[in-house]
């Protein structure tokens, strides 16, 4: 099975950097993505790392470590806005299917 | 960016009936669908994967005859919750690649379904 661990809350600053971290367990793992969603709306796609590094979209960036089967999401510049749960979620070898992780609420604070 | 569809947004039902709940990609094919569930606050369940012309996959521990889906286009694929019961009340959502290589998926807006 699969397994992808994120912490449950975290709160940051306006104007502030946060880091976002996932741990994860998966037989024939393809790439690591990350999602946000907002209260009752749909999870949006934000980033997607297939090796090893650092991929810079905006103010988002994601890395990945495969050896360590490890990755973050850092926010910058963080807005009221980006007051949301975000996920990150594996993509397995050979499906197009994903496995989302636990979630990390982010509440941003003036 | 990619459009998904789902209709209805909301609906409630009495306990024993069943529910058709719709996924259209609205500007591209998919000939893969996926069907979420989601619990308030809580991850995103990967119910079963739906397969234009073909029975879909679902994930285990998922009841292939409570949950009921037929990817019949490339561009609709429906979810039937059958015999709905009040533990069946969730969040469902669904999603699509845009092809085969994306590693974007494109998810609908969900519908709350609410089992009285």
């Known amino acids: 099975g699969q397994s992808l661990e994120q912490p449950s809350e975290v709160t940051a600053v306006e104007g502030a950097i946060v880091q976002i971290n996932c741990t994860y367990q998966t037989s024939g793992f393809y790439g690591l993505s990350w999602y946000q969603q907002h209260d009752g709306g749909a999870p949006t796609f934000l980033s997607y790392n297939g090796l090893d590094g650092l991929e810079e979209t905006g103010r988002f960036s994601s890395f990945l470590s495969r050896s360590d089967s490890y990755g973050y999401l850092l926010l910058q510049e963080l807005q009221m806005k980006d007051s949301a749960s975000y996920f990150c979620a594996v993509r397995q070898t050979g499906a197009n299917n994903l496995f989302f992780g636990t979630g990390t609420r982010l509440t941003v604070i003036p | 960016g990619a459009v998904v569809s789902q209709h209805p947004s909301r609906v409630i039902c009495k306990s024993g009936t069943s529910v058709k709940i719709e996924c259209r990609s609205l500007?591209?094919?998919?000939?893969?669908m996926f069907w979420y569930r989601q619990f308030p606050k809580k991850s995103l369940m990967l119910m079963a994967t739906s397969n234009e012309g073909s029975k879909a996959t679902y994930e285990q521990g998922v009841e292939k005859d409570k949950f009921l889906i037929n990817h019949a286009s490339l561009t609709l694929s429906t979810l039937t919750v059958t015999s709905a019961h009040p533990e069946d009340s969730s969040f469902y959502i669904c999603?699509?690649?845009?092809?085969?290589?994306?590693?974007?998926?494109?998810f609908g807006p969900g519908t709350r379904l609410t089992v009285t």
């Open positions: 999603s699509a690649n845009r092809g085969d290589s994306s590693y974007e998926q494109y």
């Open positions: 500007d591209f094919q998919a000939t893969t």
